[in-house]
Each structure stands twice: as structure tokens, then as C-alpha cells.
């Protein structure tokens, strides 16, 4: 997989094979009569999709932003060919999600930061916090004191992005409300001793 990731991050082409194998074309409703095998395949790959997290152009932790803007534009142009336009914010979301750290060291790098700005819509930046939410994954429940502390950290990078990404503190911003929310619903539970 590392090596998968590496190609990836480096040119969009396989990712877009990826994205017009288990996403349907734009306008495309109808339901396909497919082969067990089609089937098999297009599970295969989904569970492959499933299981990439790669910021674009990142190496060692570092993002090139002229090389995030090509991969960007490369990606987009692939998307087009593939009647698959509408679905450029959503991908976006997903991979930009995984993004290091910026050199003042708030989320995303300055590179991820500026690309929201010029390409946010509302499906990428719902895309972006749903990766960044659940890639949380499995946790321990801490009466909403581990959610408290999340809460806390992401108001503190959506404040401090404000002035100049408002987009990119956006992202954060809505972050922040759901594990404030989460916390307050722990925290609840835990007075009513449901655990």
C-alpha cells in the first residue's frame, strides 16, 4: 500500500481510475445489469479506495504547493474525461483531509490551505470533516472528556486560520461543534450512568 500511495501522491491517474470504477457518471441513474464478475471487481476496488489516505504532492511530511495545484488540475482534467466532474469537491475533501501539519504546526499545511480557499464548495468541505471525523475511529468512552479536549483543539486551529483561510477554519469550525456536541452527549451519559 505504501508504494500504492506513493504513485498516487505523485500523479492522479490511477486515483481517477479508482474514483470512475466504484463512482457512477454524472447524470448517470439507471441501474447497470452487472456480471458476478464486474461485481467482484468493483468490490475489490472499493475496498481498495476504502483504504487509501494520502495527501497529494506530500513527501516527508512536507506538501509542494505547485505540485499540489498540478495534481489538482491533472486530477480535475481526468475527472472531465471521465464525465465524473461533479465529483472533483468530494475527492478533494477526502485526500486533503490527510494532510501534515503546517510549519506553525495547526492543520492542514499552508499548501492544503490555500487549495481549500480557491477550490471549496460545500461538498468538499463536508467531505474533509466527515475523513477528519471518523478517522478517529474506535475509541474509549471518557464521560466526554477525550471529546472536550478535541473540541478544544480544533476551536484553537479553526481560530487561529480565521483571519487568513477562512474556508480552511470553516472545516475546523464545524470540527469543533461536533465534539463539543459529542462531549455534552458523553458527559450526559456518563451522569446517568449509562456506562
Known sequence: MKCFQ????????NYAELVAVVFKKDGDNQERTLTEEQKNYINVVDRLYDKIRFCPAEKDGKVDAGELKEWIEHFKELLAKNN????LGYQ???????SPAGTDGYY?????????????DESLIDRYVSCVHYDRGIF??????????LARRYKENADYLSTLYPKT?????ELYDIYRDQAKHERERAENGVY
Open 6 to 13: 506513493k504513485i498516487l501522491k505523485a500523479s492522479p491517474e
Open 169 to 173: 477554519a470553516a472545516i475546523y469550525y
Open 108 to 120: 492542514p499545511c499552508e499548501a492544503v490551505r490555500d487549495v481549500i480557499e480557491e477550490y471549496a
Open 140 to 149: 474509549s468512552p471518557s464521560e466526554g472528556k477525550e471529546e472536550k479536549n
Open 84 to 87: 465524473q466532474a461533479s465529483l
Open 92 to 98: 478533494l475533501g477526502r485526500v486533503l483531509s490527510s
